[in-house]
């Protein structure tokens, strides 16, 4: 049986639709956005001067992500058949994560409207599930008060496409890039942490949707 379903990473700044078939998890991808180099250009402005941290905020964080979803939604044909799944990093709590390991989000909370959701979470899968919390500003202080994941973009994403779709056709996946005391961005190879784990998501993901 053949699904259509949509990959979106957008903190690596890439999105990617395609179809699989679920009997040989065989995953076909059509990547029609490819932008890695601009979080790369953003902190290199930030750290000139060029752009205030607000600026930068604004640019790689929540409005950024659903103009780039709005953006994208009307080339998606047969959405409300989709399954969509984020894949993207995210800080994590230093005593309750592990650099580089991927996890399954069982439950996404903004920070700002303090909104509590919950994903599909799948069953008969190998990933650890941890709570994340979506915000507004960079955290850099080990971001203490937080006990699982920090990212930029997952709550906007839920928030724009369930109302195109059901929430149980929704995968959050974060790979950890670091423990949220960062202050150098460029530093974080987003898209290598995310491709070591394209197969076990082949593997576990797709088998389990």
Not at 131 to 158: C, N, P, R
Not at 171 to 195: E, N
């Amino acid at each position: 049986m053949k699904k259509r379903l949509c990959i979106i990473v957008l903190l690596a700044l890439i999105s990617a639709c395609g179809s699989f078939n679920k009997g040989t998890a065989e995953l076909h991808i059509n990547k029609n956005v490819t932008t890695g180099q601009e979080l790369m250009d953003l902190q290199t402005a930030l750290d000139k001067d060029i752009i205030t941290q607000e600026e930068f905020d604004a640019l790689v964080g929540k409005e950024e992500t659903k103009n780039r979803l709005n953006g994208i939604i009307p080339f998606l044909k047969g959405l409300s058949q989709m399954v969509i799944i984020n894949i993207g990093i995210a800080g994590g709590n230093p005593k309750n994560t592990i650099l580089g390991e991927i996890y399954l989000i069982r439950s996404i909370t903004d920070d700002e409207s303090h909104e509590l959701v919950f994903p599909d979470r799948l069953e008969n899968h190998s990933f650890n599930e941890i709570e994340l919390t979506t915000v507004s500003k960079g955290v850099k202080d080990y971001g203490k008060q937080f006990d699982g994941l920090v990212d930029m973009e997952a709550s906007v994403i839920y928030e724009v496409m369930t109302k195109k779709i059901s929430p149980y056709r929704m995968v959050f996946l974060k790979v950890v890039s670091d423990h949220m005391d960062s202050a150098d961005w460029t530093s974080i190879d987003a898209t290598g942490l995310i491709v070591k784990h394209l197969n076990s998501i082949k593997t576990h993901v797709i088998k389990a949707i």
